[in-house]
């Protein structure tokens, strides 16, 4: 295999890392998120860190990147997913900036604005697909089971669900801290991928990105979302000559779904069963 | 004494340099609370319309030649056009189809990104600078302080585009059903309004007041295409103030230009950001639906 | 016999007009009670006021032998009250199945990490929710719909969903608000058959609010009647039926309303 398509290859296991993460909190918890780069920065920081300057195996160091960001994430949630609605998604903004300016200023740990370089390259190509294939399996398990359909509960009616007996904050804030997790660990990869991570690399476009992943795949859908991962991760390598517009076609294609089919490519339907109504249809 | 006095004096031309920044924060987040009350979605392509007005003013400017009058004109009345164009081809289908608030949020994070790309694509990612047409001499006061006729050129301004808005959401029939909107928008609709118009105007005065803004931002800071994302701050001032109140969005934003000028002033520049987002942090915790917000109960 | 639930001059008003004013009244342990009244007497407030959703501002509930008036509404829920709701709140898009399922796992846990793997008692508790909720379906007449998206179901069947998501939390006390809004004749008289055999073999507490006299008179031996927010009459049907106030209520709702 050629050095290039290991490294696409590469890229999308970490996008559909950090797309599942948001999945799972956009449309399973129908929590809408504008700062979800930041905890990538935060995984990617704190994994760089810990191998460089304290020569942590690349393992651990990952699973600990994850771990910051959920931490971090816990102590957000926990005051704003108790409000409903937008407050979130604007204090979302606002801490993902406030991350990104603390990593830019605290120059002693994080070394400014100009970025840390000299990571380890750890993410090889074993190493992005066997984390993929776990998470993406604990993924699956987890909305298959009693957490994934009081995440919907609370998504489709919270007061339904609180009046059959849901903490519809408590299950909020394990959505927001599980998908803090795979965006963290997405971010750890993507540092040992590329092997130098700079604060401006998590702004907001970034996190833009990852929730028209989720959106284009159809919120409510984790297939739809490793779909949509898929076809933007690869429609960006293409345009990549001409990249002035790809934020143009991110932006216009989120308007554009929104109006017309404002449930994704998949609606809320998985990959199998959204082709058995595909052929029932069809004969 | 001398360097308590000088310690006063650096005070007192930092609050007033607030004051005018939170002002013209003000015109922002009040443009976005008054959609907000209306439709319950926070519209992230406000930033658009402000970068709209900028540029409007400049093409005005430099391009036709006009005056100061006439080039605002255009920017208030081309912003307004742009958000009512942006309500009816993005919202509008969405808002009529489905109560999904999330949906509109969504495409307004899209509009956003389009009309910043549009600027970058066709006009080009550079600073400009508008022609000094807005005196920026400094003014002594009272032998006090001294701050810039533009600081207070757009306290000034900020003022009386807010006071006219009262009057328009006070005095008017239209003013009236807003409000009666921003109780429930259903039931204006109920009662005969129509609500699509009534919709287009409270987006052209929201887009009209966050083109006086854009104004006064580009000569504060320059015009480029990315100059929208100091919506931020006005939406940050929106939450402490609680999402959806005029009042609360008004006082968020003096209390955000005075803590980001005075720890301009007293700290230093590069915390300033800093100091906006540990308030946002400091209000969710202490008050989470902002200091003027009322928690809204859903019908059962 | 002791109470299950006491309301003692339960008040609550919203921007100054009293939506419920200085109710109190108790319903006995395994009883079917109907609360009844005209439109906007202040029924379903009274629901929302013992679910949590409203705090009174005035006034004490007791369930069970216990003070619930200061708890959150999911923690009165796991005290053992379920209900239903006068405008449906069914999860539209999810299957039939699924809508009593995410209620009935709710008394059927198991832990977070036999959630991700599948592993330990995973297999077998999903199975209990579901077995559970397959009978409890079975129970309402919709078995053979449970993969069916619950949207798409008809008005009437939509109501017994309801009731079986309810049933699923395995509640002490059943409120059920206006099940019989939108039904036919023929479906209310079905529904009137439902409601009273739950009644007889879950051992349950029922309340229904009902907007039609005639369904309440006939299978609820206990009857309060409000009106204006104000509990204006109590008492058997035959008692409420001749009772002044109640007759005044009666028609002069109807004297608005035609």
Same mark, same amino acid.
């Given at each position: 295999m050629s050095g290039y398509t290991e490294g696409i290859i590469i890229l999308l296991c970490i996008n559909a890392i950090a797309g599942m993460g948001v999945s799972l909190l956009t449309g399973f918890a129908g929590v809408f998120s504008l700062g979800h780069a930041a905890y990538m920065a935060l995984g990617a920081y704190t994994t760089a860190i810990l191998t460089v300057q304290y020569s942590m195996h690349w393992l651990p160091a990952i699973v600990a990147g994850g771990i910051v960001a959920m931490i971090v994430a816990y102590f957000i949630g926990v005051p704003t997913l108790r409000l409903m609605g937008d407050y979130f998604a604007i204090a979302s903004l606002g801490l993902g900036e406030a991350i990104r300016l603390i990593l830019e200023n605290w120059q002693s740990v994080t070394r400014g604005a100009r970025g840390y370089p000299g990571i380890d390259p750890y993410t090889t190509l074993p190493v992005a697909v066997g984390a993929f294939l776990i998470l993406l399996i604990l993924m699956f398990n987890f909305i298959n089971s009693r957490y994934g359909r009081a995440c919907k509960a609370c998504r489709d009616d919270y007061i339904a669900a609180s009046l059959l007996g849901f903490n519809t904050a408590n299950i909020r804030i394990l959505a927001l801290v599980l998908s803090a997790f795979y965006c963290g660990v997405a971010g750890a990869l993507l540092g040992g991928f590329l092997s130098f991570i700079q604060p401006v690399m998590f702004d907001m476009m970034k996190s833009t990105e990852l929730t028209a992943v989720v959106v284009f795949g159809g919120l409510g859908s984790m297939s739809g979302t490793l779909l949509g991962t898929l076809v933007i991760t690869l429609v960006t390598e293409l345009f990549r000559p001409i990249s002035q517009y790809r934020m143009l076609i991110y932006g216009a294609v989120l308007v554009i779904i929104m109006v017309i089919r404002p449930e994704g490519i998949l609606g809320n339907r998985e990959l199998p069963s959204f082709f058995r109504r595909f052929l029932r249809r069809d004969s | 004494m001398k360097e308590v006095s000088h310690g006063l004096e650096t005070f007192l031309q930092q609050v007033i340099n607030g004051l005018s920044l939170g002002s013209v924060y003000a015109l922002i987040a009040v443009g976005y609370s008054l959609v907000y009350s209306v439709l319950l979605f926070s519209n992230f392509a406000h930033g658009g319309f402000l970068v709209v007005g900028g540029y409007a003013c400049y093409a005005a400017l430099k391009v036709l030649g006009a005056n100061i009058w006439v080039a605002s004109a255009m920017s208030l009345v081309g912003a307004g056009i742009v958000a009512v164009v942006t309500e009816r081809l993005a919202y509008k289908p969405i808002r009529e189809r489905t109560n999904v608030t999330l949906y509109l949020l969504i495409a307004s994070m899209g509009m956003s990104i389009v009309i910043e790309n549009l600027f970058v694509i066709f006009v080009g990612g550079r600073f400009r600078a508008l022609p000094p047409v807005i005196p920026t001499s400094p003014v002594s006061l009272f032998g006090l302080a001294t701050t810039s006729a533009f600081d207070l050129l757009s306290l000034v301004a900020s003022v009386v585009f807010l006071g006219a808005l009262q009057i328009f959401l006070l005095r008017t029939k239209w003013g009236l059903a807003i409000r009666a909107a921003a109780y429930d928008l259903r039931t204006a609709g109920l009662m005969g309004v129509n609500v699509n118009l009534l919709v287009s105007i409270v987006f052209f005065v929201a887009g009209a007041l966050a083109a006086v803004g854009g104004i006064f931002l580009s000569v504060r800071y320059t015009l480029y295409p990315q100059l929208g994302g100091i919506t931020i701050k006005a939406f940050v001032a929106a939450v402490i103030g609680g999402l959806g109140s005029l009042p609360g969005a008004v006082v968020g934003s003096i209390i955000l230009g005075l803590a980001e000028m005075l720890t301009a002033g007293f700290i230093s520049s590069q915390l300033r950001d800093l100091v906006v987002f540990s308030l946002l942090v400091v209000t969710l915790l202490v008050k989470p639906s902002g200091l003027f917000g009322k928690n809204v109960s859903e019908k059962v | 016999m002791a109470a299950i639930i006491e309301l003692t001059n339960i008040t609550k008003t919203f921007g100054g007009v009293r939506a419920v004013d200085a109710i109190s009244f108790s319903v006995e342990r395994g009883e079917l009670a109907g609360l009844i009244g005209p439109n906007g007497a202040g029924k379903t407030t009274v629901f929302n006021l013992i679910t949590g959703v409203y705090d009174p501002d005035q006034g004490s509930i007791v369930f069970d032998g216990e003070d619930i008036t200061p708890l959150k509404t999911y923690q009165v829920i796991r005290k053992g009250i379920a209900r239903t709701f006068q405008n449906l709140r069914l999860? +539209?898009?999810?299957t039939v199945l699924e809508n009593v399922m995410t209620a009935a796992q709710n008394g059927l846990p198991y832990s977070f990490w036999e959630g991700v793997t599948h592993l330990g008692r995973w297999r077998g508790v999903e199975r209990k929710i579901r077995d559970k909720s397959m009978d409890l379906l079975a129970r309402v007449g919709l078995a053979d719909r449970?993969? +069916?998206?619950?949207?798409?179901?008809p008005y009437g069947y939509q109501r017994r969903l309801e009731i079986a998501r309810a049933l699923s939390l395995d509640p002490k006390l059943l409120l059920l608000d206006e099940p019989a809004a939108g039904m036919n004749p023929e479906e209310v008289y079905a529904l009137n058959d439902l409601i009273t055999a739950i009644h007889r073999d879950f051992g349950l507490s029922i309340i229904v609010i009902e907007h039609h006299m005639d369904l309440v008179m006939e299978i609820c031996p206990h009857i309060v009647c409000m009106n204006f927010g104000a509990k204006i009459a109590e008492g058997g049907p035959e008692a409420i039926q001749r009772h002044p106030e109640v007759l005044k209520a009666y028609l002069g709702d109807e004297e608005e309303t035609a």
């Open positions: - | - | 999860f +539209q898009r999810s449970a993969l +069916q998206e619950a949207g798409t179901l």
